[in-house]
């Protein structure tokens, strides 16, 4: 199998994995699915990328956390870092975002929003 089609297989078993869970973990897959980056890296799909029995794949959020804090994916760059590290607070549910209410929630997102340039 070529690793383009890996690759593909990949993608195909995370979007397949997400659909059973909650919004955070749909997120920070998706994240990771649209930013292009880390799931094509060989240090962080070996640390993290687990195939799961019914032939999806799902990403193990504490062995990413691990491999984040011992630097094991410093060779990227800054940005490519902050992207991850979102994704595995959003996977891991840091935040709680699982059981945040609608006004924490809205008040959460549109402080990103500024954050990021979004909301002016």
Not at 6 to 24: E, N, S
Not at 91 to 107: E, I, K, P, V
Request: aromatic share 6%; net charge positive.
């Amino acid at each position: 199998m070529t690793a383009r089609a890996d690759t593909a297989a990949m993608v195909a078993g995370l979007r397949a994995w997400v659909r059973g869970h909650d919004r955070h973990v749909q997120a920070a897959v998706g994240l990771l699915l649209a930013h292009d980056v880390w799931l094509r890296r060989e240090e962080f799909r070996a640390a993290c990328l687990r195939r799961v029995s019914d032939g999806t794949y799902g990403i193990d959020w504490s062995a990413a956390r691990t491999g984040f804090d011992a630097g094991e994916f410093a060779r990227a760059s800054s940005t490519e870092i902050a992207v991850l590290d979102l994704a595995i607070a959003l996977g891991s549910d840091r935040y709680r975002l699982r059981s945040m209410g609608d006004h924490n929630a809205r008040l959460i997102a549109e402080a990103v929003a500024h954050a990021v340039g979004a909301i002016r």
